[in-house]
């Protein structure tokens, strides 16, 4: 007690204390939501990527109007002038799928580097049309979002 008045938080500081613990906790679902996109891409392109390598091509429809072909992604890689169906690009799967799979254990350990190896990681694989585009965006996205709550400047208590 100060002053005949009890040592009680004001609103301010209350409200400040609210303020970071929602930001640490939106940090944390978003990490998480990071951590499952970035698994699922990572681990379809090493699963895909030695499935080809084994059996001789990669998971395609066996059905339908699609039967046997590649997604979208497979044109950009023959325009930068790689087969798809390459041993070359099969091990590029395997290669990056499996590296991007560490990085997500240490992003996961919350190690510092980290943070730039998955939005390196996640740009890289913008080409991976289309849900390795649409799942890199929103990682991008998400990874910005937790590098700026995590440099948040909040207000210093009086």
Known sequence: MVGGTPNRPT???????????????????????????????????AFDGTRALIVGDYVTPASGEYAGQLGPWARLVSMAGIEPRSTLMKAI??????????????????????WTAMMIAAVGSLWYLPFGTVSSMIQIALLVVIWRNNRAQLPEPN
């Open 93 to 114: 799967f395997v290669v990056y799928g499996t590296l991007w799979l560490i990085v997500i254990s240490f992003f996961a350990q919350k190690q510092r580097w980290a």
């Open 11 to 45: 609103e301010s500081t209350t409200q400040r204390h609210n303020h970071i613990a929602f930001i640490f906790q939106m940090t944390g679902l978003l990490h998480k939501i990071v951590i499952l996109l970035a698994l699922l891409q990572a681990g379809w392109m």
